[in-house]
């Protein structure tokens, strides 16, 4: 009977391996699930069970399933490097960004965390028209006049509000969803390309849309290929999904890898008794800029974790 259920435990986790060569990001079920890298603590186990039961057969299939889950994590992993010394003489910025959540109507313990963190740069996602007024009225807005909002009722709310002046704002949308703001923020040192992002959730009937906004984000890194960049938000997406790799293919930087915090997982903080699972919201960057330090901290009444980011950016002058 053991040997019957490792042989289902070993099919099933095949055909997710089979999926997510094929068509892992067309599925919704497969595109909204844990990538396999997150979800196989028990093929080891099933491996030794058919060493120590003589199932060789067995034993082989689970150690190609392991092998497999070895080849999807080792990028993510293996990008971890140090600080380089050249930064950290660099200009900081101090940058939070949250999922805030369409149905969270108290910004209270975001108000905490600003005051706390006093970010110079800040981005909200799934804002709702309140969570603005609630902010301005907290004060934590008024070292940051320079503001953006895309006002709406549902996910595709967003809040931009910096120190420094932001400049050419420019706004993506596909089917009347916007996913991507694109800006300018002027650094007391330097210019560089600020983008905030929120994409549609892959879960059926979203998977189309969610791609295609995926791929709208690696289209406009392929054809303006901005230099220097600092791009933020939900994701909705993992180093598991097609899309966000195509994103980092184009010379990107995520920041939690590369500071060796890969498992730094940002959702869902509401799954009962699990922690976070996955890590959908990014810091990335591109050209001179590098991020420093990178923090998880749990949202207040959100489902998302966010996250704090030193940010040094090279003088014009040296790159």
């Not at 983008?195 to 979203?206: K, L, M, N, Q, R």
């Amino acid at each position: 009977m053991a040997t019957t259920l490792g042989w289902l435990i070993v099919a099933f986790l095949g055909l997710i391996v089979f999926v997510r060569i094929v068509a892992w990001d067309k599925l919704p079920f497969f595109a909204s699930s844990t990538p396999p890298s997150r979800s196989c603590s028990s093929r080891p186990g099933w491996s030794c069970w058919g060493l120590f039961g003589k199932q060789w057969w067995l034993a082989g299939a689970a150690a190609l399933i392991c092998a497999a889950q070895v080849v999807y994590v080792a990028p993510e992993l293996l990008a971890s490097s140090p600080v380089p010394a050249s930064v950290r003489s660099e200009p900081t910025i101090r940058l939070f960004d949250a999922n805030v959540a369409q149905w969270n109507y108290s910004m209270s313990g975001y108000i905490t965390q600003l005051k706390s963190y006093r970010p110079e740069v800040l981005a909200m996602e799934e804002t709702v028209p309140g969570d603005y007024t609630q902010l301005k009225t907290a004060g934590v807005l008024a070292t940051l006049p320079y503001q953006y909002q895309i006002t709406c009722c549902g996910s595709r709310g967003f809040i931009i509000a910096s120190h420094y002046p932001l400049l050419h704002v420019k706004v993506s949308s596909y089917e009347g969803l916007q996913y991507l703001i694109r800006s300018s923020l002027v650094l007391p040192n330097r210019t560089i390309n600020f983008w905030v992002v929120h994409t549609t959730a892959p879960t059926d009937p979203g998977v189309s849309d969610w791609n295609q906004e995926l791929d709208g984000i690696d289209a406009q890194l392929m054809s303006i290929h901005p230099r220097p960049l600092l791009m933020v938000g939900d994701f909705n997406a993992s180093w598991g999904s097609r899309g966000f790799r195509a994103i980092l293919s184009t010379g990107l930087t995520d920041a939690a890898a590369a500071r060796g915090d890969p498992f730094a997982f940002t959702w869902s903080q509401d799954l009962p008794i699990l922690p976070p699972i996955i890590r959908i919201d990014h810091v990335l960057t591109a050209g001179p800029v590098t991020v420093t330090e990178i923090q998880t901290q749990a949202g207040p009444g959100s489902d998302h974790r966010d996250i704090t980011a030193t940010v040094a950016t090279a003088s014009a002058r040296g790159g």
